[in-house]
């Protein structure tokens, strides 16, 4: 930036978003950072103007509103603007401009009115972009698909160090890359690098998204205060770090200016309503569960992980989410979470192991949330991220006993790179099939997650890219599977 406040480079190097829309308004977010990969961002430590403009037609002449917000340092001169009094299931376009320079255009849209009649919803869903795994391709064609919502389900980032050539991207990266991240200007670098990806940045800027984060955000397996290496991290130092990774977060995300962490504590989950068709509970399962329950990762035979004291949501988000699923009328609705909700048993033959850091270890909350599904919601379907992995699952009554009824379904989407090219099946694919007679489908190729909604059916797609390693992946639809309104459970395609 010169003396006279014009920008040498350009100020939006990590594009433009929009997110969390309403039927009268929708948040647009973009962080000036002429920058990215240096501490400061390349920004004087000044508050700095910055005008938007949301316009009817992709070429903004038909300009709808206009205003001016302050970037300030202490957002890493990100803004988040709410914008309000837009018309309802309405597509917009918009561009920020700040000295002298101007953003690309990004498109956005509405949400329809409450109990709009809606005839169809088209959604993506995605999660786990491990930035030095490989490329980030299947967003290309997910912008291309011209979405109503793009909802992210956390590993937005990872909290590793990342070499000098950037792994499988095979780019020169910056020496102050290669520790983990624990500042905030450490997490913030972290996002200037992912976020410089210009597929990642056009997807965010062909549809408005819905957020929510994961464990990677912070630290790795983290659950409430318990960071994953208690012996390295003392509580005090961890919330400092959940801080730090939680106010990034927020900063480089079309969230609601509602949203803003308060120290390590950030208010995140929250729904949305489609009109008629579908209403969204976007959960966290990070910052109110219990520990993992003996010691995590899979286990046999773990009594712990059925004590009715421990919980995945915390008292307060579970009441919110059964209270939400027992009165919304949508004919969809949606439980977007972070980890695998149906039991997944992961040992051959008669022994059974579970995952601790899934609801598997959870039992009470689970138990509580498909009892609400079986008594009280008409077409429940759970969508989820951190596997690196696609599955398709009937959600059971009883998951040990294949007689049980079908009471909802859940899609599990894989990762965008992390995991960096897969396979269409492997050893640990075969066996989870063979094992869990309630999971239909696997791949664990990367990809993205695509679903359309219409009062009669929902659709599930499963587009998948070959490779991640480099660049320039074709896509195609691996499975697809639908389910029929009034009858839970997947049929395929
Ligand atoms: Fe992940």
């Known amino acids: 930036m010169d003396d006279q406040g014009r920008f040498t480079s350009d100020p939006f190097s990590l594009g433009v978003a929009s997110g969390d829309p309403l039927p009268d308004s929708v948040i647009l977010w973009t962080r000036l950072v002429p920058e990215p990969f240096k501490r400061g961002g390349g920004m004087p430590d000044r508050r700095v103007p910055v005008q938007w403009t949301v316009a009817a037609d992709e070429d903004m002449r038909e300009i709808v509103q206009t205003g001016e917000v302050f970037a300030q340092p202490e957002h890493a001169h990100s803004v988040h603007v709410d914008v309000t009094g837009l018309e309802s299931n309405t597509e917009y376009y918009y561009q920020f401009r700040t000295g002298g320079r101007q953003s690309s255009v990004g498109r956005t849209k509405t ?52 070499g000098p050539n950037g792994g ?44 929510t984060f994961d464990d990677h955000e912070v630290d790795n397996n983290w659950a409430d205060e318990d960071p994953q290496d208690p012996d390295k991290q003392s509580v005090r130092e961890f919330l400092q770090r959940r801080a730090n990774g939680l106010q990034a977060y927020f900063e480089h995300m079309p969230l ?46 773990c009594k712990e992980r059925l004590d009715p004291s421990r919980t995945i949501l915390g008292d307060a988000q579970e009441e919110w989410l059964l209270d939400n699923l027992g009165n919304s009328t949508a004919t969809w609705d949606i439980i977007a979470n972070q980890v695998l909700m149906a039991e997944m048993d992961f040992e051959r033959g008669p022994e059974e192991a579970l995952s601790m850091d899934k609801w598997d270890g ?72 063979a094992e869990n007679e309630h999971i239909k489908y696997h791949n664990a190729q990367r990809g993205y997650v695509r679903c359309t909604l219409t009062p009669d059916q929902w659709q599930t797609d499963y587009q998948v890219v070959p490779y991640v390693t480099d660049p320039g992946a074709p896509i195609h639809t691996d499975a697809s599977f639908v389910v029929k309104d009034g009858n839970p459970g997947l049929q395929e395609r």
């Open 362 to 433: 959870y039992i009470a909350d689970r138990d509580r949330v498909l009892t609400t599904f079986e008594q009280e919601v008409r077409n429940p379907v759970v969508i989820t991220g951190d596997f690196h992995r696609n599955f398709a699952n009937n959600l059971k009554k009883d998951f040990d006993d294949p007689d049980s009824a079908t009471i909802g379904t859940e899609f599990i989407g894989t990762s965008i790179s992390s995991g960096k090219n897969g396979t269409e099946m492997d050893d640990f694919g075969r066996r989870i099939l």
């Open 256 to 301: 609601r200016p509602s949203r803003m962490p308060d120290g390590p504590d950030m208010p995140v989950y929250r729904n949305f309503t489609f009109g008629d068709l579908a209403e969204f509970n976007i959960l966290d399962t990070r910052q109110y569960r219990s520990d993992q329950a003996c010691g995590g990762g899979a286990k046999k035979d």
């Open 168 to 211: 499988e991207r095979n780019t020169s990266v910056p020496q102050v890359y290669r520790t983990e991240p624990k500042t905030l200007d450490r997490y913030r670098l972290q996002y200037g690098l992912y976020k410089s990806d210009p597929n990642l940045q056009a997807a965010h800027a062909s549809a408005p998204w819905i957020v």
């Open 111 to 162: 949400a329809p009115a409450p109990n709009a009649r809606l005839d169809e919803f088209s959604f993506a869903f995605a999660s786990c972009q491990a930035w030095y795994n490989g490329f980030y391709t299947a967003y290309k064609y997910m912008a291309d698909d011209e979405l109503d919502l793009i909802i992210h389900l956390g590993d937005y980032i990872y909290e590793y160090g990342i």
